[in-house]
């Protein structure tokens, strides 16, 4: 037998190749008993059920919401529901990830996903160190090649990057042989958002087939947006995205409706899902002038009064009150958005237990 | 792998017994049910401690609250298992100063236990903390004795215990056997 395994590098995976997906693990089925007869069957069955299991635990990557699928969506989702519940003790840590280290490399400024990812961590026992390239080696110039070798010189056990340019994330997972997790890239993907949308719009709603969100605003630029369509998909929920002409990409996924009259998507929604107006854009000619955008895309209190009576109200932070959401509506009970910050502790505790906690990781 | 059994051990009439015995022992050495909390381990400790909180109610007539514990979280041997599986905990609120009874199906490495009492301690400060479980099966690596003891069974380390629970099986028993 030669080693490395044909087709695998030195660690047993698949090389990088932008063009190939990632291996879509076969389905865990349920095995059950059986008589004596279909005994050597079931062991059989159940002998492939435990390989693939440990298929699952051997990606210790997440870089987008498609690098999942349904299963394991749900058994994150899962596993955060009992993290929200360590999160209601007197001593809210748990010993699981003791001795491990987790880095956050953030390349863009950011509070509530560098916080969130830290206290997750430090929940679960592991050492977090906290990296910002404004204070770092990166302003005299350190390329992020070198500074992602000096991480793995260090023994780290996994990367939260966040980072201005699209697939950064991807880069480091082939420079690097430690867990990867994408904390947004660029205007790309930001799969622990869109994780923990569903699962906010799961505890709020109960279930999520068949639920109709509507994404509103700067899609474009909107990395939240992009991982979202994809997680809610999969999830068998109804999309749209309502946005002005100048503020969609040119392309949307297929089972994406695409609408420019907020007023008209209104009432068909159970989710309407603000994203942020980046100051930066306000100027740039993509709108004629901030009090259009107002009076035709945001979310006031008669707009809302116009949307179904349970309609839930998400937004990823931080607001710009006043100009995409009204200052009344983030205040309504039907806005989630605390929660949405309370289930990305959960989420993000998810993920790293995952990815850090069973076997594969502390290689 | 998968389990080949040998023999049972344990009936369900033999269960049913056990479990009133060991309620009659908790009341006995706590002197009645006030200040008591059950814990289940999961996944069959938990059916257990709710059918001992039964016993309990039939002999003293008194509700004793009854927690869930998921220990997956305090494991000492996360990196030994694939993908493991996160159950919720629920454990009564204020633990201070009550007679905690930890319930599990089998005691063997003692291992369970100790990250059971972990977590407990994370949530409070029981006064005492007790360990009541169906079968004993020896070969202990910590310095753990349980309190009730449904019954002894010397064992080999290559033999299993499999514990059977209507709630979780759909039959009660106990059977030995091994690996294959």
Known sequence: MSFPPPGRDFYGRLPFDPMVPPPKPARVREVTGGTRKNRAATEKARKYQREEVVELARRRHLLDVDDLEGEEMEHILETARSFSEVMRRPIKKVPSLRGKTVVNLFYEPSTRTRLSFEVAAKRLSADVLNFTASTSSVEKGESLKDTALTLRAMGVDAVIVRHPAAGAPWLLRRWLDVCVINAGDGMHAHPTQALLDLFTMRERLGGLEGRTIAYVGDILHSRVARSGFKACLAMGMRVIAVAPPTLLPSFVPPGVEVQHDLDEVLPRCDVLYILRIQKERQTEGRFPSLQEYVSLYQLNMERLGKARPGVLVMHPGPMNRGVEIASEVADAPHAAITSQVAAGVAVRMAVLFLLLGSGEGGV | ?180
């Open chain 2, 1 to 180: 792998m998968g389990f080949v059994p040998k023999a049972k051990v344990m009936e369900e009439e033999d269960i049913r017994r056990v479990v009133r015995r060991i309620a009659h022992e908790i009341v006995e050495r706590n002197k009645g049910a006030a200040d008591l909390i059950l814990l289940g381990i999961r996944t069959r400790g938990v059916p257990l401690s709710e059918r001992i909180a039964k016993a309990i109610a039939d002999i003293e007539g008194v509700e004793v609250p009854v927690g869930r514990l998921d220990i997956t979280l305090y494991r000492d041997d996360l990196h030994t298992l694939g993908q493991p599986v996160v159950k919720e905990t629920y454990l009564p609120p204020d633990m201070d100063g009550k007679n905690v009874v930890i319930v599990d199906d089998v005691l063997y490495t003692g291992r369970s236990v100790r990250a059971a009492m972990d977590a407990i301690i994370d949530f409070g400060r029981p006064a005492t903390i007790q360990l009541a479980v169906l079968v004993d099966r020896g070969h202990r690596e910590l310095p753990i004795r349980p309190d009730y003891v449904g019954k002894n069974l010397p064992t080999s380390r290559e033999e299993k215990v499999k514990v059977l629970l209507k709630e979780v099986d759909g039959e009660d028993g106990v059977l030995i056997g091994y690996e294959e």
